[in-house]
């Protein structure tokens, strides 16, 4: 993969300009660019300001709150303290002078950030929440407007990102520029899995901070497996004292949920919280053996899945949901449901005695679908509404049409979603966005040319589709090596959640692939910048 990356950038640079290989970046950052790409951008090219960061301040002429207070303080401090890296900058771009450039509009001090609608600190982000803004940089007005909070915390992003330095270090410029931006999907996801490694608190904010440098909103938070159950249930403490890796130290008590959900509710990213069963629950059997079902000479299993036929699971995980409820806020809760093993509950009599009275003898799908359709009436009763994985819907559970069906497969998503939209439901794709699957350097291309609605559908089907997720397994990834693998791969999914459907295929337009490499680069370097251990994109490179 990187050799044919390396191939296509250099076709492409030489075929744009007069150019001889030559020591230094494969890729240069470009200055000032927007990621992911604007909806709406007009660049003015009629000037540039300087920002001197020791004076700058935003000056909130709309509505206030805390949650615009706070925000406001975050990004004047990213600008301030834009370059950590080489400290001499800060010093030396504290007395810029550019009296001589004739394009110099004059030093700016501040920007109007005008919210015209309301403020409410106690609301939390939803998928119908408002995300569109405007960013105006002109010769005569500086600023940033929304009729939400949740855009005008994306129109913060967009401003911070159109400051660069000057080659020589000495000055931060901003060009002047019109932007109406809004995201192309309501609903642009990071899926990070806690169970298979237990992922450190303060790595989970940093994630979560890092998702708003990139206009991503919402944390799929895949807070159980097989391998441990670390969430802290007041109903059922035994959970995480049996189920966690360490009772203690690798848990996630509720304080720490309603922190997160706070953390990202300043940040316009909503918790989207999974309990994924039947399947992927051999660790609920450590706090609560008589879940699970017995497995009858199957070798090297002792337990299975959930077992659908018990009065008592549906007493156990009734009961957990309704807790769910009142500690997760999102409307929506994914309830998993994938790579269900029906070995084991083709070796057990009970189940299969229970089956023929029920007229089930033999259908194991049939059995599944009892026990999705009982969890899903239960879940819609508590006001939630439902995501599943696609297995669900290719097995053939009987779905209610508002269950949204999560793609996640990757040997023909094409096919499933028409399926699933055919069957008239709202999907969200993740297929194409497998962080946990590394290449050598350049692998983001096939991200960058996946596209969410890229399959044989009418309109109305394609209406459907939701958004997408980028998907951070944790087999082979805990907090040390994290970041990197995360960002900014992810970082490239979420251009193509956010910015116009037209926004050229990197595959298709190799003059187009240098330019989206070079602000990839940029978005790498500024992650960099505000510590994020995002790895090199393309290539050889260097960050300031």
């Known amino acids: 993969m990187f050799k044919l990356f390396f191939l296509l950038l250099i076709i492409s640079f030489c075929s744009a ?20 790409k604007p909806q709406h951008e007009n660049k003015l090219d009629d000037g540039f300001f300087s920002l001197l960061p020791t004076f700058f301040h935003f000056n909130p002429i709309g509505n206030i709150c805390n949650t615009l207070t706070e925000a406001l303080d975050r990004y004047r401090k990213l600008i301030i303290f834009n370059n950590r890296r080489i400290k001499e900058v800060y010093y030396k771009a504290r007395s810029c002078y550019e009296g001589g450039d004739q394009n110099f509009l004059g030093y700016l001090t501040s920007v109007e950030v005008e919210l015209t609608g309301a403020c409410n600190d106690e609301e939390y982000p939803s998928f119908e929440m408002k995300e569109e803004y405007v960013v105006n940089v002109t010769s005569t007005v500086q600023r940033i407007s929304s009729d939400t909070i949740w855009g005008i915390l994306r129109g913060l992003e967009t401003f911070s990102q159109l400051i660069y330095l000057t080659d020589d270090y000495s000055c931060h410029r901003i060009g002047t520029t019109s932007i109406h931006d809004y995201p192309r999907f309501a609903h642009r996801g990071l899926l990070l899995d806690t169970s298979r490694h237990y992922i450190p608190k303060e790595h989970i904010l940093k994630l979560i901070e890092t998702m708003s440098y990139n206009k991503l909103n919402v944390f799929h938070w895949h807070i159980t497996d097989d391998y441990s159950f670390p969430y802290v249930s007041k109903a059922f403490p035994q959970m995480s004292n049996k189920g966690a890796f360490h009772p203690t130290l690798m848990i996630y ?15 316009g990213i909503r918790v989207l919280a999974e309990f994924d069963t039947p399947g992927h629950t051999l660790s609920w059997g450590l706090g609560n053996p008589d879940l699970l079902t017995d497995c009858h000479n199957v070798p090297q299993l002792k337990w299975g899945p959930i077992n ?18 009142s500690v997760f806020k999102d409307e929506y809760t994914h309830l998993g449901g994938d790579e269900v093993d029906f070995s084991c509950w083709k070796s057990n009599p009970e189940i299969n005695q229970w089956m023929a009275e029920h007229q089930m003898e033999g259908d194991y799908v049939a059995l599944q679908s009892h ?25 053939g559970v009987q779905l209610p049409k508002s269950t949204v069906v999560n793609v996640w497969i990757s040997d023909d998503p094409k096919t499933t979603l028409k399926q699933v939209t055919e069957a008239g439901h709202p999907t969200i794709i993740s297929s194409y966005w497998y962080l946990d699957i590394l290449k050598t350097g350049g692998d983001w291309l096939k991200f960058y040319n996946a596209d969410p609605q890229d399959f044989d559908g009418t309109d109305e089907q394609k209406r459907l589709v939701l958004g997408g997720e980028a998907c951070m397994w944790s087999e082979v990834v805990d907090e040390y090596n994290l970041e990197p693998r995360v960002w900014p791969r992810a970082s490239v999914a979420a251009e193509r959640f956010w910015s116009p459907p037209d926004t050229p295929k990197s595959a298709q337009n190799l003059g187009e692939l240098w330019t989206i490499a070079s602000r990839l680069q940029e978005q790498t370097c500024r992650m960099n910048r505000r510590g994020v251990a995002a790895q090199p994109p393309s290539g050889p490179s260097v960050c300031f």
């Open 308 to 325: 659908p036929i018990k009065n008592t699971t549906y007493d156990f995980i009734f009961k957990l949901f309704e807790e769910i409820k």
């Open 17 to 36: 300009f007069d150019f001889i290989f030559q020591p230094g970046p494969l890729v240069p950052a470009s200055k000032g660019e927007i990621w992911p």
């Open 253 to 267: 008590e509720q304080d720490f949920v309603s922190e997160v959900q706070e953390y990202a509710r300043k940040r």
């Open 371 to 395: 026990y999705i359709q009982k969890l899903i009436n239960h879940v819609d009763s508590l006001g939630l509404n439902s995501i599943v994985w696609e297995e669900v819907f290719t097995n």
